[in-house]
Every structure is written in C-alpha cells, then in structure tokens.
C-alpha cells in the first residue's frame, strides 16, 4: 500500500511539472507550428539516385513539393514529392490512392506489396507505371490510412517522445507525411516489366529521405 502511495505521489509530482513546464513554455515562447517546418524546410535541387542522371527538378506548392527527373538510357523517371503536415488532407489522399478501391483499379489492378520500407502501391495510369507510398516521420513507409494511423500509435506514442510532446515542440500524434510518386512510362505496353525497375528505384530512394525527413524546429 505505502509503494502505491509513493508511485501516486511521483505521478502527481510529475504530472505538476509537466503543467508547469508546458504554461511556462506558452508563455514566454509560442508554440511552433507545422506550417512553420514547410516555410523552413527547402526540398534538395537534386536528390542523388545510383545508375540514374539527374536531369532536372521543379517546385511544387499546395501542397509543398518537388518534381525530380532522372534519365537511364531511354527511360524517364519522375518522382514528385509532396509535404503533407495535416491529418484531413493526408487522409484524403489516402483515400485517394487507397489500392482497396475498386474506382482506384478501374483501369488496371493496383497491387499492393511490403519491403524493409514498408508498404507501398503499383499501378498503371495514362501508359505510366506509378509507385505511390507516404514515408513517415517514424516506422515504415504506409499505403493504407489504416497503416498510417498503425505507425502514429506505434511510433509517435514513446516515452521518449514525453518531454517534447509536454514541452509543445513535437505532437502527440504526427500526421506528416512526405508522399511519394515514382512513374515511368509502360515498357513496350507491359506494366508489369516496368514494376522491378520502380520497386528497385524506391528501396534507395526511401532509404534516403527517411532519415533526412524534415525536422520539428525547436
């Protein structure tokens, strides 16, 4: 009963000091936003790709964005990157791209497949190829909103996260996402030659933007 007794008193002294903290912290600093890391943070002129030229990129705004384009022999590959930092717009576009909706695999089927990454999509529109995935602030890359929600209780809700998250300088949950596009156009009309050659493009490409995902300013 006394270890309980010692146990509550902590939780409420802890508990006090995180208020304290978090009104201190309001007053004297406001809280930053999400908005606030889009206006600080620049996408890259170029994005190194192994076995690829850069050919050229282009801005993007609304949402905030890059085009790459990169050339290997005769093919042209695109990738288009958006910054996405709010939970109603990203489940929109997830909708959007949800490989489950029979509307989304009117055309041809969309797959949907599972790597090191995460999870991401294939599927064919207008002759191109398109590989779509969200990478995520934290855990593995989503397709689904359901995966992406998964990850933000998974992921965002650490102990580690306490004192940021108390302190206003990180969410409790972090709806960012940095959406994903690769396409190439169809190989001689069969798209599922093509499919390799992204899946191939988008394990290195993931694995340089993860750990570069734009940072919370503090």
């Known amino acids: 009963m006394k270890i309980w007794e010692n146990v509550r008193i902590s939780l ?10 978090v009104l201190g912290k309001s007053i004297l600093e406001p809280q930053k936003t999400t908005e606030q890391v ?12 192994p076995g690829w ?17 990169y050339q290997q ?18 489940e929109k576009l997830f909708r959007q791209y949800d490989p489950r909706d029979a509307s989304v695999t009117a055309q041809f089927p969309t797959l949907t497949r599972t790597n090191s990454t995460g999870s991401y999509s294939l599927s064919v529109d207008n002759s191109r190829v398109y590989l779509r995935s969200c990478i995520n602030p934290r855990g593995p890359s989503a397709i689904t909103y359901e995966q992406f929600i998964q990850n933000r209780y998974t992921y965002d809700l650490q102990l580690s996260r306490i004192i940021p998250v108390l302190m206003g300088e990180e969410p409790l949950r972090d709806h960012r ?4 596009h690769l396409s190439l156009p169809m190989s001689d009309n069969y798209f599922e030659e093509t499919y390799p ?15 570069r995902f734009p940072q919370l300013e503090r």
Not at 38 to 49: C, N, R, S
Not at 53 to 69: D, F, K, V
Not at 73 to 90: F, G, T
Not at 177 to 180: A, G, Q
Request: with cysteine.
């Open 197 to 211: 050659i992204l899946e191939e493009v988008w394990q290195v490409w993931y694995q340089w933007w993860h750990p």
């Open 177 to 180: 996402c940095l959406w994903s």
């Open 53 to 69: 030229q850069h050919q050229e990129s282009e801005a993007l705004t609304e949402p905030w964005g890059n085009i790459y384009r």
């Open 38 to 49: 889009v206006e600080l943070f620049t996408f890259p002129a170029i994005v190194p790709l």
């Open 73 to 90: 022999n005769d093919k042209i590959l695109q990738i288009e990157m958006r910054y996405v930092d709010h939970p109603h717009p990203n």
């Open 12 to 21: 409420l002294v802890l508990t006090f000091g995180g208020v304290v903290i």
